[in-house]
């Protein structure tokens, strides 16, 4: 049998008379990289937010590592912190880039947590931006800063929104290297919203479509890409899908 960290049964979102995602029934396995790909409206974000408990669903569940959550249920901190989420646009505080990567572990009580993050930092290659302030960054550097912010907290699972949405190709590299680092070195479970299917295809070790909020297809990357059974799936990957 194969190890589920989540497990979403006839998880519906609406907003007002909306549905913003409709999924029967969906599985995403520990460790894994997990691409969700679909156009422009079909429920990616909003599914992120589900995962994150961050937003209660209208009904269904998202089961989590066992425990059951339905509009219902609060969410205890100790789950939360087992999960990070990266936002398309991340804001970073108006601060140095060192106290933006130390903020969620002196959050979390960590004495030495300037330390830790510039070590942290460092080891990612980004030392040099460590004293550099959030402000002053390039759009890329923010991104990959956004991403240190999240990694240094060693989440079991890392929530990321369209990460390398309108950055130019170098930064789009680094950030790709640091995703796989992170799942390859730390085991983090990984879900990668993004509209980029050459993405998906480079970093995913499976890969779901979303259309009008609901789940097309899912299947491990090359065989979606080389053999997907549903038509609409094929254009999509293909280009050719009009939305
Ligand atoms: N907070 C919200 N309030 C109202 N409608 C929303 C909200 N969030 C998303 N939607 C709607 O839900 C649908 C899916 O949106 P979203 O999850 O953002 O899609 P994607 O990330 O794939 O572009 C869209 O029609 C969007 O307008
Ligand atoms: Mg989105």
């Known amino acids: 049998m194969r190890d589920s960290i989540y497990i979403l049964d006839r998880l519906v ?15 995403i396995i520990r460790g894994e990289i997990l691409g969700i790909i679909g156009p422009s409206g079909s429920g990616k974000s909003t599914l992120l937010r589900l995962l994150n408990l961050l ?12 425990t059951v959550f339905d509009g219902h249920t609060s969410v205890d901190i100790a789950v939360r912190r087992r999960m990070t989420m990266v936002f398309q646009n991340p804001l970073l505080f108006n601060t140095s ?20 993050a510039y070590q942290f930092l460092d080891r990612l290659g980004m030392g040099d931006l460590a004293r ?4 002053t960054l390039s759009y890329g ?4 800063v956004a991403l240190a912010r999240a990694l240094v907290l060693g989440p079991d699972v890392l929530l990321l ?3 390398t949405a309108n950055l ?8 790709e290297k640091l995703i796989l680092q992170a799942n390859r ?15 998906a295809r480079r970093l995913a070790g499976r890969v779901a479509l979303l259309l009008d909020g609901r789940e097309v297809e899912v299947g491990p990357t090359e065989e979606l890409f080389s053999q997907a059974r549903d038509p609409r799936t094929r254009a999509f990957i293909n280009g050719e899908m009009v939305y």
């Open 13 to 27: 979102k609406r907003y007002g008379h909306r549905e913003a995602c409709n999924i029967a029934h969906m599985e």
């Open 55 to 66: 937003e209660p669903p209208t009904s269904g569940s998202v089961t989590f590592d066992g």
């Open 97 to 116: 880039v060192l106290s933006n990567v130390a903020y969620g572990l002196k959050v979390r009580g960590e004495k030495d947590n300037r330390e830790k």
């Open 132 to 135: 550099e302030h959030a402000a």
């Open 141 to 144: 550097e923010a991104q990959r």
């Open 161 to 163: 929104d369209e990460p």
């Open 168 to 175: 130019d190709p170098f930064n789009v590299g680094v950030i």
């Open 185 to 199: 070195e730390m085991g983090t479970t990984i879900v990668l919203v993004t509209h980029n299917v050459f993405q």
